[in-house]
Structure formats: structure tokens, C-alpha cells
């Protein structure tokens, strides 16, 4: 029998096994701006990131298929709120072809995706709140936004849940090579 940590399992799964979701909106300029974010678990790193001016499906179908293709990742948990956005059928399908296992919090528990609120509250706080996003049109909003999460929060940011404090995309990389 395997000797293991099940408390370092847990808090670091192994990559691209538990992956976390949800919606939010911003304010802009021309209109709400909703934003689609995949977070994986192992080091939390935002992996797929998809934005519109609806709150729809095609948004967090879109977030999960970019993590997907940008992970090269199928088989993972899956987890969510109950939107509607999360259980309609075609949201499922597209689980379903990545072989995914779809999670979802009980009816009135909030707690369970609180990571994935976090990092929302994080990008809220660090910078969207900072620079009064109902100013701007929606087109440079996500540029913003991209930058934030492509180039700050996932190579630069101090992460306290990662060893070391490593940023989510370089604590990745050194466990990879480690690995390999």
C-alpha cells in the first residue's frame, strides 16, 4: 500500500483533475460584460477564460472547451453552482465529450465553490474596481481582463495555497519538470 499525504492530495490534486467554474458580470460602459472562468485546482491557475454580453451557455461552454484545448486535459471533475448555464444540456454534452464529471454545489450551498468566487472577488478587487469599469466599453474591458489573468495572476501573482508561494503557471512548470 501507497504512503501518501491526504491532506497535500487534497489541497494539490494532480493537474487537470479537479477543475472549478462559475460566472460573474461587469459592469461596462455599453452594457454587463459576463465573464466564464475555469480554475484548476492543483495550483490555481485560471486555465480557460471566455467572455460575452450575455449570461448564457455559449460563454461557460466556450471557458471550458479553451481549458480543454489549452490543457490538453479530458476526464476531470467538473464543478459548479446550479446555473442554469451548468445544466443545460448542451453544457453537459460538451462534458460529456471531454469525458468530464460534473460536480455541482447542493441547492442554497454557496461554500463549496468558494474558491472559484475568490478568485472573481481577487480580479474585482485588484483591479476592476480600481480603474471604474462602467467607463469603458466592454471591448477594452476584456482586454483588461485578459491581460490580468494571462500575464499578471497566472505567471506574477503571489499564490499563498501554492509552496513557496509560486504563481500558478510557474508552481505548474516546476512540478512538470520535477515530474519528468
Known sequence: M??????????????????????????????????????????????????DDNMRKEPCIQAFENACKAKKARGMIYHSDRGSQ????????????????????????????????SFFATLKKEKLYKIKTERYPMVYIKSIIFRYILVYYNRRRIYTSNPGGWSPAIYRERMLSQAA
Not at 501518501?4 to 455599453?30: F, G, M, R
Not at 444540456?89 to 464529471?101: G, V
Request: proline share 5%.
Open 2 to 51: 501507497e504512503c501518501y499525504d491526504k491532506n497535500a492530495v487534497e489541497k494539490h490534486p494532480p493537474p487537470n483533475q479537479k477543475w472549478l467554474s462559475d460566472i460573474t458580470e461587469v459592469p461596462c460602459s455599453d452594457g454587463k460584460l459576463y465573464l466564464s472562468a475555469v480554475l484548476d485546482c492543483f495550483n490555481g491557475e485560471i486555465v480557460g477564460v471566455a467572455m
Open 86 to 117: 451548468f445544466t443545460s444540456h448542451a453544457f453537459r454534452e460538451s462534458l460529456a465529450k471531454r469525458d468530464a464529471i460534473q460536480s455541482m454545489s447542493g441547492t442554497g450551498r454557496c461554500y463549496d465553490n468558494a474558491r472559484m468566487e
